[in-house]
């Protein structure tokens, strides 16, 4: 893969910079470091949304957590300069709780999640 193809597939979406507006950004500083600064950590993490919503397996949960944590030494340790440290795995419940909102239903019926990527249906 070309290191164009890699910045532009690291890039995260209007979608995500905007909902990442929404949370204290002091509070979950190195959480949002790291996904605004990997794909992988994005991905992952609207899965722990999507987990987390639907009130689902803790180990699931949990794999997700300690494999965020995980991607966020990464990209921590690639910072370039900057002073970041890994996020815990409290770290990232918590901003999933910061940003969860309840399931919404469209006009067919079908349920909603918001997670970082955008709204999946369940």
Known sequence: ??????????????????LLSEVDQDEHEDAIYTLKHSFAARETFSWLQYEMCLGGDFAAEMAYRH??????????????????????????SRLAE???????????????IRTINGWWTV
């Open 67 to 92: 494999a965020l944590e995980a991607i966020s030494c990464e990209v921590a340790h690639k910072a370039h300069g900057h002073r970041h440290i890994a996020a815990s795995c409290g770290e990232w």
């Open 1 to 18: 893969m070309s290191k164009s193809s890699l910045k532009r597939l690291n890039k995260p979406s209007k979608f995500c910079i905007n």
């Open 98 to 112: 910061a940003l969860a909102t309840p399931i919404e239903h469209d006009r067919y019926g079908k349920a909603l």
